[in-house]
């Protein structure tokens, strides 16, 4: 089960914890801005549109990769805390939750239905850094499992604090590759009380899709959705329409932010040096992608393509274009940007010095020697798929998560009503 069991029933609890928790967030997931396509190089495309994003249908029995809807999650249902309103319709004012465990980050989003919807309610999200040093040791370091578990007793003590009804947890590519791996989890368990599923990249690619897709341009031609993680990179050919869209191939490569800076070194030295450097990041990703490129080659020659990307990369570096002082969600999440822009944009940071990057603002010295990777793997799948424009998503797996929960309890109720209409007949 791929969830949160509370450790402690006592609601009070962790109220008097020393943790300093990520923002409280209340806002509403909407449908994206839609580019104005015949201004390509604006910034925010047109006004947002006010709809509230689609909610997947019911679910399938059985689980189809190709169906980025399909299956039921693998949920911990908090019988105690529900109340039954005939079935329909889970709950309204339950609460849903869903935390992703990745190589660089670990995050967190609690969220209530709201029509077709959801209003998010509480959010964390905590630089861990638990794949540093795994591309060399095969496996997690004491200090890398320290960071992650500091962040997850901050998780543990928000999901008993928000009472929260149906949760999922889950751990990618890191926890997938580390020799430890498991008995990492394990001590996770033990420690807060959080369960965790190591899922497949192919199930964090769906997830991805599935939190996302909503965001894509309007337009005929083929889409690709890609997610730049920390310990691996997704790349997702959709065939757009309906409330979600048919996967027709996807790939996945163990090369994320930080899996590729300490597969290539994080020594940088002067320009030149690192010139060199980004170009073996670059030929590192472009070979690993090699057979996809060459599968999606036909679609990528298609007029009208679309490109979408969910991960820090794109959002860093579109904060970069908009030349924000800070980082703003509601300014990046659902953008458009000119492809050419971005290019420009990875190249100056390519030749950047680790100084020069941590003073630009929205990088810091927490992404300062993690972009550089991220601007190589950008620029590889641009090649793979040259659309003019990149929209840019600030959601992905956990938003992914919080659709299928809430579907599938949707379902369920539905069919427990019906099974208890048909019994009372």
């Known amino acids: 089960m791929?969830?949160?069991?509370?450790?402690?029933?006592?609601?009070?609890?962790?109220?008097?914890g020393g943790h300093r928790s990520g923002k409280v967030a209340d806002f509403r997931y909407r449908r994206s801005p839609q580019s104005d396509k015949r201004n390509p190089g604006s910034q925010r495309g047109t006004p947002r549109d006010e709809r509230k994003q689609g909610h997947p249908g019911p679910q399938?029995?059985?689980?189809?990769?190709?169906?980025?809807?399909?299956?039921?999650?693998?949920?911990?249902?908090?019988?105690?805390?529900?109340?039954?309103?005939?079935?329909?319709?889970?709950?309204?004012?339950?609460?849903?939750?869903?935390?992703?465990?990745?190589?660089?980050?670990?995050?967190?989003?609690?969220?209530?239905?709201?029509?077709?919807?959801?209003?998010?309610?509480?959010?964390?999200?905590?630089?861990?850094?638990?794949?540093?040093?795994?591309?060399?040791?095969?496996?997690?370091?004491?200090?890398?499992?320290?960071?992650?578990?500091?962040?997850?007793?901050?998780?543990?003590?928000?999901?008993?604090?928000?009472?929260?009804?149906?949760?999922r947890s889950v751990a990618t590519e890191a926890c997938r590759r580390a020799a430890n791996g498991t008995e990492f989890i394990e001590r996770v368990r033990r420690e807060t009380g959080i369960l965790l599923d190591i899922i497949s990249a192919e199930e964090e690619a769906r997830l991805a899709v599935l939190g996302c897709h909503i965001l894509l341009e309007s337009g005929e031609g083929p889409a690709m959705i890609f997610d730049i993680g920390g310990g691996s990179t997704e790349l997702v050919l959709i065939e757009p329409g309906g409330p979600v869209p048919r996967i027709l191939d996807w790939?996945?490569?163990?090369?994320?932010?930080?899996?590729?800076?300490?597969?290539?070194?994080r020594t940088e030295g002067d320009e030149e040096s690192r010139k060199a450097r980004f170009a073996e990041m670059h030929r590192i990703v472009s070979d690993s992608f090699a057979p996809f490129a060459e599968r999606v080659e036909s679609f990528s020659r298609e007029r009208d393509i679309r490109l979408l990307g969910t991960s820090g990369t794109v959002t860093t570096l579109a904060s970069l274009h908009l030349e924000l002082p800070q980082y703003d969600r509601r300014a990046v999440d659902g953008l458009i940007v000119p492809a050419g822009a971005m290019r420009d944009i990875t190249g100056r940071l390519a030749i950047m010095s680790p100084k020069e990057r941590s003073d630009l603002p929205c990088i810091g010295s927490d992404r300062a020697d993690l972009v550089v990777a991220g601007?190589?793997?950008?620029?590889?799948?641009?090649?793979?798929?040259?659309?003019?424009?990149?929209?840019?998503?600030?959601?992905?797996?956990?938003?992914?998560?919080?659709?299928?929960?809430?579907?599938?309890?949707?379902?369920?109720?539905?069919?427990?009503?019906?099974?208890?209409?048909?019994?009372?007949?």
């Open 2 to 16: 791929a969830d949160f069991l509370p450790p402690d029933e006592n609601k009070r609890a962790g109220k008097q």
């Open 60 to 167: 399938a029995k059985k689980s189809d990769p190709r169906r980025p809807d399909s299956g039921r999650p693998d949920a911990n249902r908090f019988e105690g805390t529900r109340t039954h309103n005939g079935g329909e319709q889970p709950p309204r004012r339950q609460a849903y939750a869903a935390l992703d465990l990745g190589t660089n980050n670990c995050r967190l989003l609690i969220a209530r239905p709201a029509g077709e919807d959801f209003t998010v309610i509480d959010a964390f999200s905590r630089v861990v850094r638990l794949g540093e040093g795994l591309a060399n040791s095969g496996a997690l370091s004491q200090e890398a499992m320290d960071r992650a578990l500091g962040a997850l007793k901050v998780c543990a003590d928000k999901l008993r604090r928000r009472n929260v009804h149906l949760a």
């Open 251 to 265: 790939q996945s490569v163990p090369y994320g932010v930080v899996s590729l800076t300490d597969t290539v070194g």
């Open 375 to 425: 601007c190589a793997i950008l620029e590889a799948i641009l090649d793979i798929w040259p659309a003019d424009r990149l929209g840019v998503a600030d959601r992905g797996i956990r938003e992914g998560i919080l659709r299928s929960l809430i579907a599938a309890d949707v379902a369920g109720e539905r069919s427990r009503a019906a099974i208890s209409r048909e019994r009372r007949k």
